[in-house]
């Protein structure tokens, strides 16, 4: 009887086994998807969407990022932000959009006492990096180009969403307009009801849900000494964004040395922390765009000194020694795809 018992103990096991063995995975080729690439905001936007609706989730979507790249690109001569570039002196009324990004800018210029300041327009115009006019400029032409950039000298009025500049500032919110466009995105997913999506605005990734066959998805970091494509790591998230911003985004190279687009207000040059890559895994975009930036500047240590003040934000850094420090929260999900970086304590 004992015996009998055990024989079908085994059976159960073997049949319960297979039952889930065989239980097929979902196939994510079957669900209705679509995906899209396009260039807009002066970088790559890539998306994928599950759901019926997929196609004109993306559309409307890039024509959301259209219409945001349109309000707040300084090279667009006619955009809310150059308007208020063009009219120093005056409060110049603008969009809702471009106000909120300009206030969120100005909340993090406070938050790294100036180190991040979207003031910094003149000297990215100096420096020109990704542009054809990029050189390295004369110590006198930084130094006075230096005295143009003092967010203080930004004033905001609320209740009319008017900005007013001080001749010969110059506005430049491109360090946090990307993640103001992301969380866009999202809301759009999010009303069509879209439970599974994928939005990558040139290293500016954020995603709704999980994938359909309910794993996570899985988002690179880039390696920031190669071209794009080259992943140290890969993180596993739903609902999440990671922001990384890196020295290999926009640079060019003179006599050995790597001159960036992140600039730091206090030397008035590519900011030299000791950083050359970061990136904010938090839940919106906006405050993690403009993170990624302010770390970048402020160094390993300010740096995350800043982000365990935040809640619910962890942050991954790369030194230029390919040493890797980041927040206790993602110690156990990150695996080294490459054996150069090296984690380290603080
Ligand atoms: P990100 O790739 O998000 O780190 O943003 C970099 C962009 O932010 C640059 O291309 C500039 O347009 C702008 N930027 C550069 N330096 C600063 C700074 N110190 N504070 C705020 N924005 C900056
Ligand atoms: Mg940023």
């Known amino acids: 009887m004992k015996y009998m018992k055990k024989i079908s103990l085994v059976i159960i096991v073997i049949v ?14 079957k669900i209705p998807q679509d995906t899209g690439t396009t260039f807009l905001m002066d970088t790559l936007i890539q998306m994928k969407v599950y759901g019926e609706n997929a196609d004109d989730v993306i559309k409307e979507s890039f024509a959301r990022l259209r219409e945001i790249e349109n309000e707040m690109s300084v090279s667009i001569t006619d955009s809310q932000i150059s308007k208020v570039n063009n009219n120093p002196g005056k409060y110049v009324k603008i969009d809702r959009d471009t106000f909120l990004v300009i206030k969120k800018a100005l909340e993090y210029a406070e938050l790294t006492n100036g180190r991040f300041d979207p003031s910094i327009g003149p000297l990215v115009k100096l420096w020109g990096i990704g542009t054809k006019y990029v050189r390295v400029p004369a110590d006198d032409e930084i130094t006075q180009t230096r005295k143009k950039v003092n967010y203080k000298w930004v004033e905001i009025n609320e209740e009319e ?85 890196g020295n290999y985004e926009r640079y060019f190279e003179q006599d050995g040395i790597i001159y960036h687009h992140i600039i730091d207000p206090m030397s008035g040059r590519p900011s030299r922390s000791g950083i050359i890559s970061v990136s904010i895994i938090t839940n919106n975009s906006f405050d993690a765009d403009a993170l ?55």
């Open 16 to 29: 319960l086994f297979l039952i889930t063995g065989c239980q097929k995975k979902t196939d994510l080729s």
């Open 161 to 245: 969403y008017s900005v007013k500049v001080r001749e010969g500032m110059m506005l430049d919110i491109g360090a946090i307009a990307k993640g103001y466009a992301a969380d866009e995105v999202r809301k759009i997913v999010i009303n069509n009801n879209v439970k599974s999506a994928y939005v990558n605005l040139g290293g500016n990734v954020l995603v709704v849900g999980g994938k359909p066959d309910s794993t996570p998805w899985r988002v690179g970091i880039q390696d920031p000494r190669y071209n794009r494509g080259n992943v140290m790591t890969s993180i596993d998230v739903r609902d999440k964004t990671i922001v990384t911003s």
């Open 292 to 346: 990624s930036t302010s770390v970048f500047i402020l160094g390993p240590e300010k740096g995350l000194e800043l982000v365990n003040k935040l809640k619910g934000v962890e942050v991954l850094i790369i030194k230029e020694n390919l040493d890797i420090i980041m927040t206790d929260g993602l110690k156990s999900k990150v695996k080294l795809l490459n054996d150069d970086f090296k984690i380290v304590g603080k």
